[in-house]
């Protein structure tokens, strides 16, 4: 159903739409950037990874190029200090819908059970570990470093 929306080139999909075909039983956390660009560092995302590996949350990155071979992911992967889950915006989708909506990337989507709950972007991603607790109701604290 989403390739079939993501074709559609006379009405763009607005980020409400792209969000509302995905699975509408969990909540979750996007993180749609363009590595070749993105300011985020791998202290940024850290809560991030905390909330994905001890608190069970769906999160995952989207990548705004595609890569040739699966090994230039998993090496963007490990730049970013990313622990959860990495796609391509193969269908440009999440592009056309951030365009839509006029959303700036990076950026960070936060949907529950399939409806827009946050977009987080420039410095409220620098203060995601407690915009994170707050709206997942969970403690993101690391071992290996304040957050």
Known sequence: ???LMAGCKESP???GDLIAAQDRTAASVYVVFNPASCSFTAMDLEPLNLLYERHGVRVTAIS????????????VQADF????PMTSDSL????RALAADGIAQP???ITKRGL???VLLQDA?????????????????????SI
């Open 125 to 145: 991603v620098k203060r995601l570990a407690p915009l994170l607790a707050t709206l997942f109701s969970v403690t993101l604290e690391s071992s290996d470093a």
């Open 116 to 118: 827009l709950h946050g």
């Open 92 to 95: 440009s989708a999440w592009t």
């Open 13 to 15: 999909l607005s980020l």
């Open 1 to 3: 159903m989403l390739a």
């Open 64 to 75: 705004l190029i595609t890569f040739e071979h699966d090994s230039v992911r998993r090496r």
């Open 107 to 109: 950026a960070v989507v």
């Open 81 to 84: 200090g990313i622990r959860f």
